[in-house]
Structures are given as structure tokens and as C-alpha cells.
């Protein structure tokens, strides 16, 4: 079975720039999720998906942070423009119904976003 | 706010040894507390996981501890080995249907040969 697909694996942008990470879950699997990691803390959710509808987005940044998931499968997250404090690894999870009752998410290897 | 507190930040352990982290939690409405371990490079993968309703869970060499009335819960691994070597984050599941997982800042786990 094929894991969460995640690209590109790594960007260096100037400020003010603007930024797109790709996601492709693993198939079948509904819900859909984008964390940010910052260095040295926990992932914090972004936004959540359950199909093509957004359950949570109550943690992005709405002003610079958009994301969309056309046709409930793949999903794209865009910063635009990018501030110093974006630099992040931006993980994309996904989970199938079972999994999550379960609380397992199936996460990506994260895009690395450093932000000069 | 942060609701769930994990500790140590990082920890050294000998091969052999056995590995201690632990979490606090705040929100009463959570109902699932898994744990993940990441390694450098890779997101996070699940390890073990409890519900509120069970008070130790086992796989292997890796134990959960949980203690409802305190909102404590631990991760123990017992004979600790290199390999071992990684980023543990406790989580913990919100009440409701859309199971959002809070994490904890996680913690840095060495394993000296």
C-alpha cells in the first residue's frame, strides 16, 4: 500500500514570496490533514478535510494560508506571502474512516519550507 | 494554550535502560491518546495508543500508563535500544466527531550504544 505522497520534499523562498505543497493520500482514505511542525515542537493542525468539505480550519491563517482539496482526493496548501515564520515542515496525514475513530493518521515524510 | 504538556523535552538513555515520558493533559473531553515516534526526516508514525477507560496497555517493549483522576499518562519502553533513537509526541484525541489530535512538544529520545 502506498503511503501519503507529499512534494516538494523541500523549498527555500524569499519572504513575501508565495509557496504550494502538493498532498496525495492514501487511497480510499477520506479524511485529509495539513500540521505545521515547527522546529523543536509538536505538529499543530491547519486544516482538516473530510472528503472535499473542511471540518476544522480554525488554526490557519486565513489572511496568508489557503488550502483546498478538489474532488476529495489530492490537496494543495498555499502560503501567500510567505513570512519569516512560516519556515515549518508542513505534514499532510490522511486516515480512513476506521482509523479515524482510532486516532491513526498515516503521515506523509513532510515538506520542509525554509523561508529566508 | 497548550493542552497537552509532554516532559522531558530530551532524555539519554543506555542501551538497556528503560525510557520514561510523560504527558498532562487538561481537556476532560478527550477520549483517545495515542503516542507517535518520529525519526529524522520521516513524518510521525504511530507506536501505541489507550483509551481513557484502561489504565496500562502493553505491545512488545512499549507500555502506555494512564491515570485518569491525575491526567497523567506515560510512555515506558523497556529495554531500550539504538534504533529506539527518535522524536516521541503524545497526542491526544478531542471529544467529537471530527478527532482532531492535539500533540504534545515532544521529546527527544538517545539511546547510547
Known amino acids: 500500500e502506498a503511503g501519503v505522497a507529499q512534494s516538494p520534499r523541500y523549498k527555500i523562498i524569499e519572504k513575501r514570496q508565495s509557496v504550494a505543497f502538493w498532498c496525495n493520500p492514501i487511497?480510499?482514505?477520506?479524511?485529509l490533514y495539513w500540521y505545521q511542525q515547527i522546529l523543536g515542537q509538536g505538529p499543530k493542525l491547519l486544516i482538516q478535510f473530510q472528503n472535499n468539505g473542511v471540518v476544522d480550519d480554525s488554526q490557519l491563517p486565513k489572511d496568508r494560508f489557503s488550502a483546498e482539496r478538489l474532488k476529495g482526493v489530492d490537496s494543495t496548501l498555499k502560503i501567500q506571502p510567505a513570512k519569516l515564520e512560516d519556515s515549518a515542515v508542513y505534514l499532510c496525514?490522511?486516515?480512513?474512516?476506521?482509523?479515524?475513530?482510532?486516532?491513526?493518521?498515516?503521515f506523509g515524510e513532510g515538506s520542509r519550507l525554509t523561508v529566508l | 494554550q497548550q493542552q497537552v504538556k509532554q516532559s522531558p523535552q530530551s532524555l539519554i538513555v543506555q542501551k538497556g535502560g528503560i525510557s520514561i515520558i510523560n504527558c498532562a493533559y487538561e481537556n476532560t473531553a478527550f477520549d483517545y491518546f495515542p503516542w507517535y515516534q518520529q525519526f529524522p526526516g520521516k513524518g510521525p508514525a504511530l507506536l501505541i495508543a489507550i483509551r481513557p477507560d484502561v489504565s496500562e496497555k502493553k505491545e512488545g517493549r512499549f507500555t502506555i500508563s494512564f491515570n485518569k483522576s491525575a491526567k497523567l499518562f506515560s510512555l515506558h519502553i523497556m529495554d531500550s535500544q539504538p534504533g529506539d533513537s527518535a522524536t516521541y509526541f503524545c497526542?491526544?484525541?478531542?471529544?467529537?466527531?471530527?478527532?482532531?489530535?492535539?500533540f504534545g512538544k515532544g521529546t527527544l529520545l538517545t539511546v547510547n550504544p
Open positions: 496525514a490522511s486516515s480512513s474512516p476506521r482509523g479515524g475513530i482510532t486516532g491513526e493518521l498515516f
Open positions: 487511497s480510499g482514505h477520506a479524511t
Open positions: 497526542a491526544a484525541r478531542g471529544g467529537g466527531s471530527n478527532y482532531k489530535l492535539t
